[in-house]
């Protein structure tokens, strides 16, 4: 099978989406059960914890990260319910889906399996980039820049399932990638439209990489994550790198200059990498 252009790969990945050959990346029920007790009026520590609880290795991850440095909580964290009373119901809820995420970049065989481990590996430094810049935008959350952030290339992972079984791109690493960084984003937003996130979290994996966005104040997760990326790729020989960052109004909206880079801002390297150790837990 022969694609003469992105827009022909994007039809057949509608095509095989319609006839139920290929299958999105969805959340497991956990993490709409949680959404769904965090949203409830009334709802209770104990509701939510029996729900975490019916995944032990969730639980157990989720109490990890809560006794992470990244919180720096004077009492140790002992149980699923303590956990959810020391963080906030919103901040576990936030936590349950990124600690959920990694599952998803397991490839189904080992042909591509270097190639979701650089989508995984790229999505946590800007994910943690993310979090950090957050210093800057005290109006936002900073576990949620953290899971916007892991998010952002979602629609990578539909790509690499179908290359698995079309040679042209699974035998040409260099067009394989190609076709990455040109589809990734319209899959994105497909992905985005059947997960029942805000669309603030949502923006980000289908708006990452339109600099011409303008909008007002205040920053949002989009401003965050696109910052993060630019950030990641700074001195590359990436072709975003010759653009006119001075003109990028995310940098303004974060309130960091385009010529800092933000490992040399005082305790920022710190944040960054306690953030990754958070997401190799």
Same mark, same amino acid.
């Given at each position: ?122 999505? =946590?430094? +800007?994910?943690? %980039? ?5 210093? !800057?935008?005290?109006? /936002?959350? $900073? ?41 990734? =984003?319209? +899959?994105?937003? %497909? ?5 029942? !996130?805000?669309?603030? /979290?949502? $923006? ?43 003109? +990028? ?33």
């Amino acid at each position: 099978m022969k694609f003469k252009s992105i827009n022909d790969f994007l039809v057949h990945v509608q095509t095989e989406l319609d006839n139920n050959r290929l299958i999105l990346p969805c959340l497991p029920d956990i993490v709409f059960k949680v959404q769904a007790a965090v949203n409830k009026e009334n709802s209770t520590t104990q509701e939510l914890a029996e729900i975490i609880s019916t995944d032990p290795a969730l639980s157990a991850r989720l109490i990890q990260v809560a006794n992470s440095p990244i919180y720096r909580r004077k009492v140790e964290i002992r149980d699923i319910k303590h956990a959810i009373s020391i963080l906030g119901k919103h901040t576990v809820n936030t936590l349950v889906s990124i600690l959920i995420m990694r599952n998803m970049y397991t490839p189904s065989s080992r042909v591509l399996k270097q190639h979701f481990h650089k989508v995984w590996e790229d999505s =946590v430094n +800007i994910s943690a %980039i993310s979090r950090a810049l957050t210093s !800057f935008t005290p109006h /936002l959350i $900073a576990d949620e820049a953290m899971l916007a952030g892991l998010i952002h290339q979602i629609g990578k992972l539909p790509i690499l399932m179908l290359a698995e079984q079309l040679p042209e791109f699974k035998d040409h690493p260099l067009r394989l990638e190609k076709l990455l960084e040109k589809a990734h =984003v319209p +899959i994105g937003k %497909i992905i985005m439209n059947t997960w029942d !996130f805000p669309e603030s /979290l949502k $923006a980000p994996a289908y708006e990452y990489l339109n600099f011409n966005k303008i909008s007002g104040k205040p920053a949002n997760y989009v401003d965050i994550v696109q910052v993060a990326y630019l950030q990641s790729i700074s001195g590359s020989n990436n072709p975003v790198c010759k653009l006119d960052w001075s003109k +990028i109004q995310s940098f303004q909206k974060v309130g960091l200059a385009p010529e800092i880079e933000i490992i040399e801002i005082d305790g920022i390297p710190e944040r960054i990498h306690e953030a990754k150790k958070q997401l190799s837990l």
